[in-house]
């Protein structure tokens, strides 16, 4: 069993990794970006909360999140039990550490951090480039900066945070997609022990 958070600001390939983590390891994916995107396309009264928050590129309440994170969590324990790819979550130190009494509580923990770094005019090109591909709402100019001021105020932190835990994993995530999942591979392989799966995939 192995539970992976795939960190980095907006725009850093997180969701892209995710699926080629998910089909080498067999985790299950959890993105909070997705699971609050469907409340608001069905119109929840959660949905319509988070809404007034990612509209302008605010965090939804810590309070809130981690409520929406453990439900779940608990909705599908079949499958969240064997690994889960965290996407999104944490993005503030006490997210970090709910999300590690979660886990403790469960009997598990994190075991590694995969930290997409990419330049800031970078990730502006290509949110700009997947909000004209995709009509996501909050890839637009405005917001984009916004999300970037809270990435920098409030979750980058938890970079220091897991160096400090011993499980941050550094990827220069510039570049071929297919390159940067190598150089994700190639360092999950090089120190988290147990690790199944061939590193050549
Ligand atoms: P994402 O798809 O991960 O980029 O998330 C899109 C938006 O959802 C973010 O800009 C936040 O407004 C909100 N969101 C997602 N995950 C979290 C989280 N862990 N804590 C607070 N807000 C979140």
């Known amino acids: 069993m192995l539970n992976i958070v795939i960190f980095g600001a907006p725009g850093s390939g997180k969701g892209t990794q995710s699926d080629r983590l998910i089909s080498k390891y067999g985790l299950h994916h959890i993105s909070t970006g997705e ?28 309070d809130l999140m981690i409520r ?12 969240t039990s064997k690994g889960v790819i965290f996407d999104g979550f944490p993005r503030t130190i006490d997210q970090a550490k709910a999300l590690k009494k979660m886990l403790a509580s469960r009997g598990s923990k994190v075991h590694a951090v ?7 005019d970078e990730l502006i090109r290509r949110m700009i480039n997947r909000g004209k591909e995709t009509g996501r709402a909050d890839d637009n100019l405005d917001t984009i900066k916004n999300r970037l001021s809270v990435y920098h105020s409030q979750t ?3 970079r220091e945070y897991y160096i400090s835990e011993g499980k941050y994993h550094g990827i220069d ?5 297919d390159e940067i999942f190598s150089r994700i591979k190639e360092s999950l392989h090089s120190r988290v022990p147990g690790l199944d799966g061939d590193s050549s995939k």
């Open 156 to 158: 980058s932190p938890l």
């Open 35 to 62: 699971v609050l995107r469907d409340h608001i396309a069905r119109g929840t009264e959660l949905g319509k909360i988070a809404d007034s928050y990612i509209s302008k590129g605010q965090l939804i309440p810590d």
């Open 173 to 177: 995530g510039a570049g071929d997609v």
């Open 114 to 120: 995969v930290g997409l770094e990419v330049p800031e």
């Open 68 to 79: 929406v994170l453990e439900h779940v969590l608990d909705s599908d324990p079949e499958n």
